[in-house]
């Protein structure tokens, strides 16, 4: 199993970033997907989660209304688009697979600054 997380970067408060998670090595279609971040001294916080057909997504309330998670299945990747972002994002963000999490990404940085 292989997750490559790609997209991180640094971006001012306000300003937008779209994370793609690469998945091989397993049948993607069967597996519901998350995105979960670390800050700096923090553990890890479940951000989102998507069902393995794409239909059904969930959120965190803390990101809820700002970023949207997506899958292309024909490309085994997963996405999140991040809008609105907000000091409190920064942080490592790392792809999962499965319900629950049994496979990790190595995570892409994500820092909000201005």
């Known amino acids: 199993v292989q997750l490559v997380e790609s997209g991180g970067g640094l971006v001012q408060p306000g300003g937008s970033l779209r994370l793609s998670c690469a998945a091989s090595?397993?049948?993607?279609?069967?597996?519901?997907m998350n995105w979960v971040r670390q800050a700096p001294g923090k553990g890890p916080e479940w951000v989102s989660k998507i069902k393995f057909d794409g239909g059904t997504t969930w959120y965190s309330d803390s990101v809820k209304g700002r970023f949207t998670v997506s899958r292309d299945n024909a490309k085994n990747t997963l996405y999140l688009e991040m809008n609105s972002l907000k000091h409190e994002d920064t942080a490592l963000y790392y792809c999962a697979s499965g319900r629950p999490i049994d496979y990790w990404g190595q995570g892409t940085q994500v820092t909000v600054s201005t």
């Open positions: 090595g397993f049948t993607f279609t069967a597996y519901f």
